[in-house]
């Protein structure tokens, strides 16, 4: 006589189910979001996924639960790169410079970047959750540069949270327009680019390590 399931392992069982249902439909959903060039129609997500329309509403509520998910999901995997740990030991240029390249290089590796900072980025969804990322983004790099004044290497006249607002708008309108640029330029280049905006927004003192004399040039007023 076959064995009955314990409760616990049908709950489980039902439960690893759901699961994958719901990481289908969000994947069916970023693919959909792909092809329609930003929009998509739950009926087309399910099919993909392979489950009912009903089990889709059911999850996400409706299409615009969807989008927002997925424009969620590209910031918390952005955020994850950006915040990834990085070795404190180095020269606040140097480590902030890498955390840089990196953050540029999932923008542009990450297939719905240019759907999220470019035709998406006026719609409803997109702003609503920028505006509350934009201001943990914005709080983070303050104390970064903070951070840099307090080890001399960023001039102790900026203001940390205007700058850190300067920069971090002047990166995401940089991004977009190099994304819809004809003559788009390549990751480091735009990298570079960036970097001297940035060791000129917060008036870079010194790019070497900790216990090295060598500045940089003295910046007439």
Do not use: C
């Not at 994958?20 to 009926?43: H, N, T």
């Not at 404190?88 to 540029?104: C, D, G, N, Q």
């Not at 409803?124 to 790099?141: C, H, K, P, Q, S």
């Not at 640029?181 to 900790?210: C, H, Y």
């Amino acid at each position: 006589m076959a064995r009955r399931p314990a409760a616990s392992e049908a709950i489980r069982t039902r439960g690893n189910a759901e699961t994958g249902a719901r990481e289908r439909i969000v994947a069916a959903a970023m693919q959909e979001l792909l092809e329609g060039e930003g929009d998509f129609e739950i009926a087309d997500v399910a099919r993909r996924a392979g489950v009912s329309v009903g089990l889709a509403y059911h999850y996400f509520g409706s299409k615009a639960g969807l989008i927002a998910l997925l424009i969620t999901d590209f910031h918390d995997r952005h955020q994850a790169v950006v915040n990834h740990a990085v070795d404190k030991s180095l020269p606040w240029p140097v480590r902030e410079k890498a955390r840089l390249r990196a953050s540029i290089d999932f923008l542009y590796a990450d297939p719905a970047t240019h759907l999220i900072m470019g035709k998406l980025a006026s719609s409803a969804a997109v702003i609503a959750i920028d505006t509350g990322r934009r201001a943990e983004m914005i709080e983070l790099a303050a104390r970064n540069i903070a951070n840099g004044q307090k080890h001399g290497y960023i001039s102790a006249e900026i203001d940390p949270a205007f700058t850190a607002a300067a920069i971090v708008g002047g990166i995401n309108q940089a991004v977009a327009h190099a994304l819809s640029s004809r003559k788009r330029p390549n990751a480091a280049e735009l990298t570079e680019k960036l970097w001297m905006f940035i060791t000129g927004g917060v008036l870079l003192t010194r790019q070497d390590g900790p216990d090295a004399r060598r500045s940089l040039p003295s910046r007439k007023r």
